[in-house]
């Protein structure tokens, strides 16, 4: 699997084959946690590596697609003698059911960790429907 | 840049085996999707001339929760259980559960002695890098031959 950096081949386009980043560094999917509150789908992911201006949080539709750029991982005048974890980039993407208000999302990141506030419209919110005894 | 070879599939003076070569490739295969990882947190281990910088991802950690005590040539890190995002709230639904949230006990033994006055320690977007000097004392000395 490592690339021979002195033989370029063609490589053949495959059909439907995903959109490539422009960097060779792997991409990873991060760990998430996600729950749904009354008033809000909250999505919690965990990206070390990523600052808060490296980031970036999509809602196109109803597809949620949440993104992070690490840094250079390599320490100047230092080799790797012990590997035990890649460093990479950072993509996923959830399909969400829908009936959020895209205007009033909330996302921060803090120690790595990004965290997406997603409210429901006024609509998708549970609405009380009291029951009569009749 | 070369991909590192995890050390797993470094080992020198193995006895031959018909497997061997086959045990080596098949490492090396699954060493690229799950490299050698015995304990948490997996840690990579830059080595210079004169210091060990180790680096882990920690995510969702505070400088608080961590707790990093070095002795001689040995380093030890130890930390607080992650705080879990709400779970026994009211009205609160789990789609996923994927983050590990445990807390972590994981010591390493440096090839020589750690100057502990000059320990650097960064924790900065959920990722540690720990600068561990060689002390002064431990460090080879060159001798002068004298001519007669």
Same mark, same amino acid.
């Given at each position: 699997?490592?690339?021979?950096?002195?033989?370029?081949? !063609?490589?053949?386009?495959?059909?439907?084959?995903?959109?490539?980043?422009?960097?060779?560094?792997?991409?990873?999917?991060?760990?998430?946690?996600?729950?749904?509150?009354?008033?809000?789908?909250?999505?919690?992911?965990?990206?070390?590596? @990523?600052?808060?201006?490296?980031?970036?949080?999509?809602?196109?539709?109803?597809?949620?697609?949440?993104? =992070?750029?690490?840094?250079?991982?390599?320490?100047?005048?230092?080799?790797?003698?012990?590997?035990?974890?890649? @460093?990479?980039?950072?993509?996923?993407?959830?399909?969400?059911?829908? =009936?959020?208000?895209?205007?009033?999302?909330?996302?921060?990141?803090?120690?790595?960790?990004?965290?997406?506030?997603?409210?429901?419209?006024?609509?998708?919110?549970?609405?009380?429907?009291?029951? !009569?005894?009749? | 840049?070369?991909?590192?070879? +995890?050390?797993?599939?470094?080992?020198?003076?193995?006895?031959?085996? +018909?497997?061997?070569?086959?045990?080596?490739?098949?490492?090396?295969? $699954?060493?690229? $999707?799950?490299?050698?990882?015995?304990?948490?947190?997996?840690?990579?281990?830059?080595?210079?001339?004169?210091?060990?910088?180790?680096?882990?991802?920690?995510?969702?950690?505070?400088?608080?929760?961590?707790?990093?005590?070095?002795?001689?040539? &040995? /380093?030890?890190?130890?930390?607080?259980?992650?705080?879990?995002?709400?779970?026994?709230?009211?009205? &609160?639904?789990?789609?996923?559960?994927?983050?590990?949230?445990?807390?972590?006990?994981?010591?390493?033994? $440096?090839?020589?002695?750690?100057?502990?006055?000059?320990?650097?320690?960064?924790?900065?977007?959920? /990722?540690?890098?720990?600068?561990?000097?060689?002390?002064? &004392?431990?460090?080879?000395?060159?001798?002068?031959?004298?001519?007669?």
């Amino acid at each position: 699997m490592c690339a021979d950096a002195n033989v370029m081949e !063609k490589q053949q386009a495959q059909q439907g084959q995903e959109v490539e980043a422009t960097r060779t560094r792997p991409v990873f999917l991060p760990c998430t946690d996600i729950f749904e509150r009354e008033d809000a789908m909250v999505v919690v992911a965990d990206m070390p590596g @990523v600052g808060p201006e490296a980031v970036d949080v999509d809602l196109t539709g109803n597809e949620l697609t949440i993104s =992070g750029r690490v840094a250079d991982p390599a320490i100047e005048g230092h080799t790797l003698s012990s590997w035990e974890y890649e @460093v990479g980039d950072y993509r996923r993407r959830f399909r969400l059911s829908g =009936g959020i208000d895209a205007d009033k999302i909330d996302a921060t990141i803090k120690n790595g960790v990004l965290q997406v506030v997603l409210p429901k419209s006024k609509e998708a919110q549970p609405q009380k429907i009291t029951v !009569k005894a009749g | 840049m070369a991909i590192p070879i +995890p050390n797993r599939a470094a080992r020198q003076g193995e006895p031959w085996s +018909p497997f061997g070569d086959f045990d080596r490739a098949m490492n090396r295969m $699954l060493g690229d $999707l799950y490299p050698t990882r015995a304990e948490y947190p997996p840690a990579n281990i830059w080595t210079g001339k004169d210091d060990v910088v180790l680096t882990a991802e920690l995510p969702g950690i505070e400088p608080d929760d961590l707790d990093i005590s070095v002795h001689e040539n &040995v /380093v030890s890190l130890r930390c607080a259980p992650r705080e879990k995002p709400p779970q026994s709230e009211e009205g &609160v639904t789990y789609h996923r559960r994927e983050c590990a949230h445990a807390g972590f006990s994981r010591s390493w033994r $440096l090839p020589f002695e750690v100057d502990q006055d000059k320990v650097e320690a960064k924790l900065e977007n959920g /990722v540690l890098k720990l600068t561990l000097p060689q002390s002064e &004392v431990s460090k080879p000395k060159k001798i002068e031959i004298k001519a007669t």
